[in-house]
């Protein structure tokens, strides 16, 4: 599978953006999809995910309560619906995926096989 993100941009604190994961290929509902990111000097970062088939979801504590993740099975794209930005929100997000991931590593990234180019996000003071 190829993955897509988009909808980086700069935004204020307090706002919202709303990124994009599109992928492309077959069996999309096959892939648990999640949204990691990475800020300058930084390693990379969980920040949410959506499991294969049910979709249930998970999110890092320093999101939960402010980003939502979805997914539409047939548009094959994961949406990650971040409000309430901080400037320590700012960093570089990717998406990625794994096939059939099982529940006790959706937030490890050594075990996503397929990932996106990334998406600047900038949250200014």
């Known amino acids: 599978v190829q993955l897509q993100a988009s909808g980086g941009g700069l935004v204020q604190t307090g706002g919202s953006r709303r990124l994009s994961c599109s992928a492309s290929g077959r069996a999309f509902i096959n892939y648990t999809v999640a949204w990691f990111r990475q800020a300058p000097g930084e390693g990379r970062e969980f920040v949410s995910a959506?499991?294969?088939?049910?979709?249930?979801?998970y999110y890092g504590e320093l999101v939960k309560g402010r980003f939502t993740i979805s997914r539409d099975n047939n548009k094959k794209t994961v949406y990650l619906q971040m409000n309430n930005l901080q400037p320590e929100d700012t960093a570089v997000y990717y998406c990625?995926?794994?096939?059939?991931?099982?529940?006790?590593?959706?937030?490890?990234?050594?075990?996503?096989?397929?990932w996106g180019s990334g998406t600047q996000v900038t949250v200014s003071s």
């Open positions: 990625a995926a794994a096939s059939f991931l099982h529940d006790d590593y959706y937030n490890s990234e050594q075990y996503y096989n397929f």
């Open positions: 959506v499991k294969y088939g049910i979709g249930t979801t």
